[in-house]
């Protein structure tokens, strides 16, 4: 079972590019970085999910920020945990997937969700409650465009003519696509318009061996011979993440604390034993 790390790539914490650094020396295979634009400001949003830590507000650009940590390192997996796919253009964000995963030499790991705060989503001019919908249309998009020389969608959300885009990602056909989620149609979605799942912790066991066993049976049927399952925000436990191994969790991703280089590498030495442990 692999292991990665995500933090908040906030202005005030470790540099994306000494944090990459440090998470590829201790042995980790991945780097999540999660996004949002910006915060709304007002009472609503305040009104509907209370007060946020800073780092909701201050993140760095995704991609500028991953980039950073590609640079820093030679085979680290970069990933995006989550890329708020409603919140943006497919065509500008299939390129930056794509020079991403050319210039990193083939590391992209491609999270995406839909996102939850109502108010961010509207300012982006989406519905909330047609977010996955767009999600969903938004990804296909961007998987004609890495895969065709010529490119067109034609959906409701996402409409576009025959287009020409490169770069082509490194990986083939592009890289992965890692579903979030864990609502009731999630395993449609991963096979909808996905590559494997990555469900947040917190989930029962026995929920999640059920689900996974559902989502592998339903894969294989069209033809999928095995979907790979991340578990986000998973707790540093030995024998919780033997749990989650054992009912055949692929890949599990420590949260790290956004804080200054000091704190968040005295936090990676703390459970870098992990990654040999649980390794193959």
Same mark, same amino acid.
């Given at each position: +079972?692999?292991?990665?790390?995500? +933090?908040?790539? &906030?202005?005030?914490?470790?540099?994306?590019?000494?944090?990459?650094?440090?998470?590829? $020396?201790?042995?980790?295979?991945? @780097?999540? %970085?999660?996004?949002?634009? #910006?915060?709304?400001?007002?009472?609503?949003?305040?009104?509907?999910?209370?007060?946020?830590?800073?780092?909701?507000? #201050?993140?760095?650009?995704?991609?500028?920020?991953?980039?950073?940590?590609?640079?820093?390192?030679?085979?680290?997996?970069? &990933?995006?945990?989550?890329?708020?796919?409603?919140?943006?253009?497919?065509?500008?964000?299939?390129?930056?997937?794509?020079?991403? *995963?050319?210039?990193?030499?083939?590391? !992209? @790991?491609?999270?995406?969700?839909?996102?939850?705060?109502? $108010?961010? @989503?509207?300012?982006?001019?989406?519905?909330?409650?047609?977010?996955?919908?767009?999600?969903?249309?938004?990804?296909?998009? +961007?998987?004609?465009?890495?895969?065709?020389?010529?490119?067109?969608?034609?959906?409701?959300?996402?409409?576009?003519?025959?287009?020409?885009?490169?770069?082509?990602?490194?990986?083939?056909?592009?890289?992965?696509?890692?579903?979030?989620?864990?609502?009731?149609?999630?395993?449609?979605?991963?096979?909808?318009?996905?590559?494997?799942?990555?469900?947040?912790?917190? +989930?029962?066991?026995?929920?999640?061996?059920?689900?996974?066993?559902? @989502?592998?049976?339903?894969?294989? &049927?069209?033809?999928?011979?095995?979907?790979? !399952?991340?578990?986000?925000?998973?707790?540093?436990?030995?024998?919780?993440?033997?749990?989650?191994? $054992?009912?055949?969790?692929?890949?599990?991703? %420590?949260?790290?604390?956004?804080? *200054?280089?000091?704190?968040?590498?005295?936090?990676?030495?703390? !459970?870098?034993?992990?990654?040999?442990?649980?390794?193959?």
């Amino acid at each position: +079972m692999k292991v990665g790390i995500a +933090m908040f790539p &906030a202005d005030f914490a470790i540099r994306p590019d000494e944090l990459a650094r440090a998470v590829e $020396e201790r042995g980790f295979e991945s @780097l999540f %970085l999660p996004e949002h634009t #910006h915060l709304p400001a007002g009472e609503r949003t305040r009104r509907e999910v209370g007060e946020l830590p800073p780092h909701f507000s #201050h993140t760095h650009d995704l991609f500028v920020a991953l980039t950073y940590a590609a640079a820093a390192t030679s085979e680290l997996k970069v &990933a995006t945990g989550i890329c708020l796919v409603p919140q943006r253009d497919p065509l500008t964000t299939a390129k930056a997937v794509a020079s991403l *995963d050319v210039l990193s030499g083939g590391r !992209v @790991l491609f999270g995406v969700g839909a996102g939850w705060i109502s $108010e961010e @989503l509207e300012n982006h001019g989406t519905e909330p409650s047609r977010r996955w919908a767009v999600l969903a249309e938004r990804v296909k998009a +961007m998987r004609e465009i890495w895969g065709n020389e010529v490119a067109e969608f034609h959906g409701e959300h996402v409409d576009f003519g025959p287009v020409r885009s490169w770069p082509k990602p490194r990986q083939s056909p592009h890289p992965p696509v890692l579903v979030g989620g864990s609502g009731p149609r999630v395993a449609r979605r991963v096979l909808d318009f996905g590559d494997e799942w990555m469900p947040h912790a917190g +989930m029962p066991l026995d929920e999640l061996s059920g689900r996974i066993a559902e @989502l592998r049976r339903a894969g294989r &049927a069209v033809g999928r011979a095995h979907v790979p !399952v991340t578990v986000f925000g998973a707790e540093p436990d030995p024998a919780g993440l033997e749990g989650l191994r $054992e009912v055949g969790v692929d890949r599990v991703v %420590l949260y790290a604390p956004p804080a *200054d280089g000091a704190e968040v590498k005295g936090f990676l030495d703390s !459970v870098a034993p992990l990654v040999e442990r649980f390794r193959g």
